[in-house]
């Protein structure tokens, strides 16, 4: 009788226990209902949601903007802002694709908008080449859909442009490779190769500037093989320079047979004989230079030399 009665309070207790943690989270949840309710309206104002809409906008990577019906952006979020060159929203209001873009692309951009607000028909997924983050070239797939008032009346368009730069390029790399190997098998002339495998690697890599020069048949100098996009006087300057040790980073990497990487041009002692080309050179984006030698045979340039396996050239870009 005892154990029972000993066995009963104490599953009395128990309860009562459980019991009074429950009114305690029952009570915990009623104060932070409470408090949510107290910092947020039931209805949040205009300007709230104008917050959130923003907030969400700014935290997208790809390029949302709406702009009235003469192409002045009306809003853009912070991936067009930055991407153009801008810090705030403010800075790009009331601009168009002229301000910010080349006159051709300018023109591509605002007809296809035209369209849009003429018809009153989306355009979706279409793919525009667009210059953006500091003069650099991209791709964009673009989607734009007519701006309509309450009364429904078109007074602009809404777009939305993602980056597909990465796919264009690995397209452009495919064929690439493919028009050089056509040119091997094809035995075209080695300056021509050169000239379209230096404008494949400019493409990968945004901002770079290359070129190949090949070893003298003394092995002693060198000469261009191709730089389709390095300023002409640059060229001639270093074309039948002796290599060396202290030869800018193309004739030492030459002379060493090593790679070697210039951070600063106007500094590096391996510059030091070169101060002139390397003053002209620190106006434009080619302040840096990486040059590397390909192994193989010297092959003496020739405009009837064909593409051969054993050619031996030295690779720089900057």
Known sequence: MTKNVTRSRGDIGAKAASNEDTRRLIDASNRLAA?????????????DRHYWLETMMNHIPDYIYAK????????????????N???????ILGKTDFDLHPVEAAA???????????????IFGI???????????????????????????TIGIVGVS?????????????????????MIAAGAPIEQFFIELILLIEAQLPGIKGSI?????????????????????????????????????????????????VADVLTDPLWVDYAPL???????????????????KCLEPSRSTPIRKDCRARNTTN
């Open 35 to 47: 408090e949510v309710s107290r910092m947020l309206a039931p209805e949040p104002n205009i300007a």
């Open 68 to 83: 009235d019906l003469e192409g002045r952006f009306l809003v853009a979020n912070q991936a067009t802002v930055t991407d």
């Open 85 to 91: 060159g801008f810090e705030t929203m403010q800075e």
């Open 108 to 122: 591509k951009f605002a007809a296809a908008e035209r369209r849009v607000i003429e018809t009153g028909e989306p």
């Open 127 to 153: 793919e525009e080449r667009a210059v953006v983050t500091k003069g650099i070239e991209r791709w964009l797939m673009t989607s734009k859909l007519p701006l309509r008032n309450k009364q429904g009346t």
């Open 162 to 182: 993602r980056d597909i730069s990465d796919r264009k390029r690995a397209e452009q790399l495919l064929v690439g490779q493919a028009s050089l190997l056509e």
């Open 213 to 261: 020069l090949l070893l003298s048949p003394d092995k002693l100098h060198l000469l261009t093989g191709a730089a389709p996009n390095l300023d002409p006087v640059y060229c001639a300057a270093i074309h039948g320079v002796a290599i060396g040790p202290k030869v800018g980073s193309c004739g030492t990497a030459a002379f060493t047979g090593k790679p070697v990487f």
């Open 278 to 296: 390397s003053r002209n050179m620190a106006t434009d984006p080619a302040g840096q230079r990486r040059s590397a030698p390909i192994r193989g």
